[in-house]
């Protein structure tokens, strides 16, 4: 199999409020290509999720079991349950062609980043702090303690975007949608990504090498 046939990872976080799991759904409504990578979790089931569509509910000892056999691209704990993104399913789909996106959080992108060097890191931001803290208000489910703590570690968050490859500021859902089908399409043309494609294209066109 070609190098270039080989999907993207592409990797989105930002701190709470930025609009990450609408900018996901509205992607994956739009590009064929796009697989949504499901974490596996120990906490219990909430109403109305489904096994490997919402999640992959593990025991806590299935869990630590797949962190020995060093299962996950990331793993965490937290409150009490444990997070991670299952390998075998990221590589499975890379391999077959599909783009696979991770929605995490930026310590799991830290840690995917580590490993996956080739993946594409995009920090989503909101258009201002303003803007965040009127949608962590929004939710309505805060206190106000718990609101200036999340406003908090928001403002904090965002000195992590120098980590990534890309920042892609949330003013419409549908332009940040735009950006990001932008920076995959980019991607897919740099050349370290498909020199050997170009090399080894015998048969066909390179058009036909590359966009296929």
């Known amino acids: 199999m070609h190098n270039h046939k080989r999907g993207i990872l592409i990797v989105l976080s930002g701190p709470s409020g930025a609009g990450k799991g609408t900018i996901c759904?509205?992607?994956?409504?739009?590009?064929?290509?796009?697989?949504?990578?499901?974490?596996?979790?120990?906490?219990?089931?909430r109403e109305g999720e489904v096994e490997g569509v919402n999640y992959y509910f593990l025991t806590k000892d299935e869990f630590?079991?797949?962190?020995?056999?060093?299962?996950?691209?990331?793993?965490?704990?937290?409150?009490?349950?444990?997070?991670?993104?299952?390998?075998?399913?990221?590589?499975?789909?890379?391999?077959?062609?599909?783009?696979?996106?991770?929605?995490?959080?930026?310590?799991?992108?830290?840690?995917?980043?580590?490993?996956?060097?080739?993946?594409?890191?995009?920090?989503?931001?909101?258009?201002?702090?303003?803007?965040?803290?009127?949608?962590?208000?929004?939710?309505?489910?805060?206190?106000?303690?718990?609101?200036m703590t999340r406003f908090k570690s928001a403002y904090q968050e965002i000195n992590y975007v120098s980590k990534y490859n890309y920042a892609v500021v949330n003013d419409t859902v549908c332009e940040a949608v735009k950006k990001i089908e932008g920076i995959l399409l980019a991607e897919k043309c740099r050349v370290d990504r498909i020199k050997e494609s170009i090399l080894e294209s015998k048969e066909g066109t390179i058009h036909e090498q590359l966009y296929d």
Do not use: W
């Open 64 to 147: 630590r079991e797949k962190v020995a056999q060093n299962d996950f691209l990331e793993h965490a704990e937290v409150y009490g349950n444990y997070y991670g993104t299952p390998k075998s399913k990221v590589e499975e789909m890379l391999d077959s062609g599909k783009d696979v996106i991770l929605e995490i959080d930026i310590q799991g992108a830290l840690k995917v980043k580590e490993k996956a060097t080739d993946g594409v890191f995009i920090f989503i931001l909101p258009p201002s702090m303003e803007e965040l803290k009127a949608r962590i208000i929004k939710r309505g489910s805060e206190t106000e303690e718990s609101l």
């Open 25 to 45: 759904k509205e992607l994956l409504k739009q590009c064929d290509n796009l697989y949504l990578s499901v974490s596996a979790t120990t906490r219990n089931p």
